[in-house]
């Protein structure tokens, strides 16, 4: 759905409460394939996709470094979550990265079943009218399915070229993550300053 037609829905709804669930890891890497030098504004971006809706909460979700295997990635990172967690109504949720013996990356665990769950229970408890999940993971379509079998209206936005064909079909709506709603969300990376010396 282009972004037109998606205001066009939300302005119908000004009353309506909206949780936005992201997959940071997920949205992290789709976003470096299109540029490696963007860097998204989170709240930008989930106020933009509200669309004067009552936003009640914009949930974060990221894996963890390990500083002791990861002291640089670690130190930027937290200096990344810590910025976030400052913004009003961001709730940052995390868990450790798994890690192989020799100490390389190995795979998130536990991120998706938490913000699984968390999508499940908040519309369990009646946190929300409408929630939307920033993701392209396939994986979420079922959670998707039975959040509207509660009542929910189910949104999906993520980049067309990154998507899920299961997860844009479990959503009530599917926005494109294109130009037109990253305008005014993103801002490029500052390149690292050039070392002087001879050579």
Not at 9 to 17: A, L, V
Not at 59 to 88: G, W
Not at 90 to 114: A, F, H, M, Q
């Amino acid at each position: 759905m282009e972004f037109s037609d998606f205001c066009k829905i939300t302005k119908n709804y000004p009353q309506e409460r909206l949780q936005v669930f992201i997959d940071h890891s997920n949205l992290y890497k789709a976003l470096k394939e299109q540029d490696p030098n963007l860097l998204l504004k989170y709240d930008k971006l989930a106020w933009k996709l509200a669309g004067g809706r009552k936003l009640m909460r914009i949930n974060i979700y990221v894996s963890r470094l390990d500083k002791t295997l990861e002291p640089e990635p670690a130190r930027l990172q937290e200096a990344f979550l810590s910025k976030i967690q400052s913004i009003p109504l961001v709730t940052v949720n995390t868990r450790p990265l798994r890690y192989t013996p020799d100490g390389r990356r190995s795979r998130e665990k536990g991120i998706d079943i938490l913000l699984a769950t968390d999508m499940l229970s908040q519309a369990y408890v009646n946190g929300y009218d409408s929630m939307l999940l920033v993701s392209g993971d396939g994986d979420y379509a079922p959670v998707l399915e039975e959040i509207k079998k509660m009542g929910k209206r189910v949104e999906n936005a993520f980049f067309k070229s990154e998507r899920s064909y299961a997860l844009r079909n479990a959503a009530d709506i599917f926005i494109d993550l294109d130009q037109a709603v990253l305008d005014g969300c993103i801002m490029v990376k500052k390149p690292a300053p050039r070392k002087s010396g001879a050579g």
